[in-house]
């Protein structure tokens, strides 16, 4: 197959544990650009935040961030714009999680919480993107691109299991990590969005390369004609996808060296 696009979800893929790109990763994707074949970033991170590591690799391409609630152009135009209504961006805000959960929202490019919790600022230094902290109540009437929730694993899964019986039918739902329960638009995800890319770059999705980790890359990986899923992937992606591949952890530099291996002829 004659691959054209390569598309990485960051957080446990493209990224280290470090939240860093590692330098053999960043340099094999630079040689496949120089090739002709394009590189994208699909994350559940917000636009300006994913758009550093875009800027660090030196690409021009298009950008999936929120899950797929938003993607923008070579320019950085937005070209989709999906917002959770504000019938359940109440009801989101509204549900009791229990005091062990922390609530937050992606509002326009604002990332909001009600404080700060230990390990976020580390987790987003790298590209200088922060967080504000504010009432979230003030925002129940707000459209939104992001609910999300985080909390310890166990927490996070019997959250999980209570909120679908009662917004399965309304929203998406996904896991972007064991930690984290997020909820966009119905309809909303990475596949679809990349869908709307796809066609304009005039590229099938069986010419696509993807990598994902977590549940969120489910419908990603399930669209392209090439996906893997990362040796430290969430164990319920595995199961989900039991015949697709899974290579290196991400801090062994699992996408490089599949690239290398894919496009070996080229760099």
């Known amino acids: 197959m004659n ?105 326009n490019d604002d990332w909001i919480i009600e404080y700060e919790i230990d390990g976020l600022v580390e987790f987003h230094k790298e590209s200088g993107y922060g967080f504000n902290i504010d009432d979230l109540n003030k925002y129940e009437n707000e459209e939104v691109a992001k609910v999300f929730f985080l909390g310890k694993n166990e927490d996070i899964e019997n959250l999980e299991k209570n909120m679908e019986k009662e917004f399965q039918n309304d929203l998406s739902i996904t896991v972007s990590s064991p930690f984290c329960l997020e909820f966009m638009k119905k309809g909303v995800n990475k596949a679809e969005t990349l869908k709307k890319v796809l066609k304009l770059l005039n590229i099938k999705p069986e010419e696509v390369i993807a990598f994902g980790d977590s549940m969120n890359d489910y419908e990603m990986l399930s669209l392209v004609g090439k996906p893997f899923i990362m040796g430290n992937g969430n164990k319920r992606l595995m199961e989900a996808l039991p015949n697709v591949e899974v290579v290196g952890n991400n801090n062994e530099d699992g996408i490089g060296e599949k690239l290398q291996e894919i496009f070996d002829t080229i760099l």
């Open 3 to 107: 691959y054209k696009l390569v598309v990485c979800d960051m957080d446990g893929t493209l990224l280290t544990s470090n939240h860093r790109i590692s330098d053999y990763t960043a340099d094999i994707i630079k040689k496949i650009e120089d090739n002709g074949i394009k590189f994208m970033i699909a994350t559940g991170r917000p636009y300006l935040d994913a758009r550093h590591y875009r800027d660090r690799l030196e690409l021009r391409s298009y950008l999936i961030t929120s899950n797929g609630a938003r993607a923008h152009d070579e320019d950085n135009n937005p070209i989709v714009v999906e917002n959770i209504p504000k019938e359940y961006v109440k009801r989101l805000l509204a549900y009791n999680v229990g005091k062990d959960i922390h609530r937050n929202i992606y509002l």
